[in-house]
T-cell receptor, first 114, second 113 residues
């Protein structure tokens, strides 16, 4: 598979539970982004990784949200104590390197918090 | 930080007509302006981009224009077809920095056969 892979594609959880969303970027892409897309809304920036470092975490909505990236590859976005307002599609994208331009998006993980 | 405004939020056109989507940005350091198309249930996909040293770029039925002085850029789709129906996002970034890409809110385009 040559594209960005995200899992799970769909997740339904109960309020208060923790969830983990996974992103497997295109091999060799050093930059990785997480965005959130709520119903009828645009793409809300969450966090950006260059390699394993996250120079900009300013988009994380609260301290319940965290993300990590290991080995310069797979990234995990964790949401603790989920709330109903966390329901959204979480999109991951990667790009070849900093400043290279095009973002390649996965198909997203749709999170529903009941 | 950068702020990108996009309009209209929805647009309906008859097949064969043209569609225009407009965006403005706030950060004069931004120098890269991509446009993404998102089909239902999929992630956004780059369709065309323009850099700040160019005023216009064309690729078959789509074209983008950039006015750096006014901080405006636009997407033009000619001879629209039903398969052009999708959500379109404009974006801006500073490729000299760490390339945080800021997106507009999106335009839902419907092409009526």
């Amino acid at each position: 598979g040559a594209g960005v892979s995200q899992s799970p594609s769909n997740k339904v959880t109960e309020k208060g539970k923790d969830v983990e969303l996974r992103c497997d970027p295109i091999s060799g892409h050093t930059a990785l982004y997480w965005y959130r897309q709520s119903l009828g809304q645009g793409l809300e920036f969450l966090i950006y990784f260059q390699g394993n470092s996250a120079p900009d975490k300013s988009g994380l909505p609260s301290d319940r949200f965290s993300a990590e990236r290991t080995g310069g590859s797979v990234s995990t976005l964790t949401i603790q104590r989920t709330q109903q307002e966390d329901s959204a599609v979480y999109l991951c994208a990667s790009s070849l390197s900093m400043g290279s331009g095009e973002l390649f998006f996965g198909e997203g993980s749709r999170l529903t918090v009941l | 930080g950068e702020n990108v405004e996009q309009h209209p939020s929805t647009l309906s056109v008859q097949e064969g007509d043209s569609a225009v989507i407009k965006c403005t940005y706030s950060d004069s350091a931004s120098n890269y302006f991509p446009w993404y198309k998102q089909e239902l249930g999929k992630g956004p996909q780059l369709i065309i981009d323009i850099r700040s040293n160019v005023g216009e770029k064309k690729d078959q039925r789509i074209a983008v224009t950039l006015n750096k002085t006014a901080k405006h850029f636009s997407l033009h789709i000619t001879e629209t077809q039903p398969e052009d129906s999708a959500v379109y996002f404009c974006a801006a970034s500073d490729t000299g920095g760490y390339q945080k890409v800021t997106f507009g809110i999106g335009t839902k385009l419907q092409v009526i056969p």
